[in-house]
Every structure is written in structure tokens, then in C-alpha cells.
């Protein structure tokens, strides 16, 4: 069972970058996905979460109108497209998966986790 983080990497602000989040070993329609970043000196923070069970979707306020998440069960992947990015955007990324999770933002919530991607945004 594992989770696969990709797609970070070094972006100008006002860039865009799709991070990705692939299962192996399970399958992903069952769960919900949250992701999460962590910034150097800083805790984990919550980014953004979709249900399993009707795609709904919820944004930290950081992010809110920036980022868009998204699920493609087919592929058995989690999209994060991160759009107009900001320096203060600049972390590692993680993706997580969980069943029937009651608090989304709270990272013990989730069973899974992916070994994060970075991403930085400077110019």
C-alpha cells in the first residue's frame, strides 16, 4: 500500500504547477484525500481535501481560489493544481488518504501518506 507524490518543482510566483498523488496496492475510490505542506521551520499545515464519496471539496483560506482538487478514479489519482503560486506557497507536499474522515484538516485523521514532493515557488 503506497502513495506516490510527484509533479513539485521550482516555479516563478504567479506560476502554476500540478502535483499528482497515485495509489499502489488500494484503490483510491474508496478513500478521502487530503493534502498537506510543510514549509521549513514550520508545522504541517492543511491544504485541501476531496471525498470519496461525492467529490466534494474544502480549502484552507491560503489557497482558496488557487488551488483546485481533483480526482480521477480511472487513473487512480489526486490532482492538486495550484495556480497564481506565492513564495509563501514554497513547501514539501504530501498527499494523504483515509476512510470516512470526520476532521479534514487534522492530519491523524488520515491512514496513508505519500512521501512528499516540494515545491518551490521564487523567482
Known amino acids: 500500500v503506497q502513495l506516490q507524490a510527484s509533479g513539485g518543482g521550482l516555479v516563478q510566483p504567479g506560476g502554476s504547477l500540478t502535483l499528482s498523488c497515485a495509489a499502489s496496492?488500494?484503490?483510491?475510490?474508496?478513500?478521502?484525500i487530503g493534502w498537506f505542506r510543510q514549509a521549513p521551520g514550520r508545522e504541517r499545515e492543511w491544504v485541501s481535501y476531496i471525498s470519496t464519496s461525492d467529490s466534494s471539496a474544502a480549502y484552507a483560506d491560503s489557497v482558496k481560489g488557487r488551488f483546485t482538487i481533483s480526482r480521477d478514479n480511472a487513473k487512480n489519482t489526486v490532482y492538486l493544481q495550484m495556480n497564481s503560486l506565492k513564495p509563501e506557497d514554497t513547501a514539501v507536499y504530501y498527499c494523504a488518504a483515509g476512510e470516512n474522515i470526520v476532521v479534514v484538516t487534522i492530519d491523524v485523521e488520515y491512514e496513508y501518506w505519500g512521501q512528499g514532493t516540494l515545491v518551490t515557488v521564487s523567482s
Open positions: 496496492g488500494f484503490t483510491l475510490d474508496y478513500y478521502d
